[in-house]
């Protein structure tokens, strides 16, 4: 499965004020900087994760931006559903009888998985990952 740029960027934003959100605010910027997003579609997810209420940001010269709650309580269902929307199975088949419904039905069963794998994984556990990887001196990109 490929994510979008959109998931991938905005998993990384998010998992940056993960680690840089403890001390306060986040510049816009400086995130960009370190994750190498541009600036603008930066922006972008950033207004889409505070619509979704995933980060809070503040206007001006110190102003800046952070998780609205512990990263323990964000999930990588959460992130990916405020950016991309809802993750949902196709639509329902008319003809329970035919083959299109036995795939309906596995689709269906790999969507509910992928949300609960999602949903399991918090964007605190990805921020230690990353973390673990700088430490050893490793280079991670999600």
């Not at 922006?43 to 619509?51: D, F, I, N, P, S």
């Not at 800046?64 to 639509?91: C, D, K, M, N, W």
């Amino acid at each position: 499965m490929n994510l979008s740029r959109r998931t991938d960027y905005a998993v990384r934003a998010a998992i940056d004020l993960a680690l840089q959100g403890h001390d306060g605010l986040v510049q816009l910027r400086e995130i960009a900087a370190r994750q190498a997003i541009p600036e603008k579609y930066l922006e972008q997810l950033l207004r889409a994760l505070k619509t979704a209420g995933v980060v809070v940001a503040m206007r001006g010269s110190r102003g800046g931006y952070q998780l609205a709650r512990p990263a323990e309580q964000v999930s990588l269902l959460t992130v990916f559903e405020a950016v991309e929307g809802p993750i949902q199975g196709e639509e329902a088949v008319e003809d329970a009888q035919s083959a299109a419904s036995v795939v309906q039905e596995c689709w269906d069963q790999m969507t509910a998985g992928l949300k609960a794998q999602f949903a399991r994984v918090s964007i605190a556990d990805l921020a230690a990952r990353y973390r673990g990887r700088l430490d050893q001196g490793q280079h991670w990109v999600i």
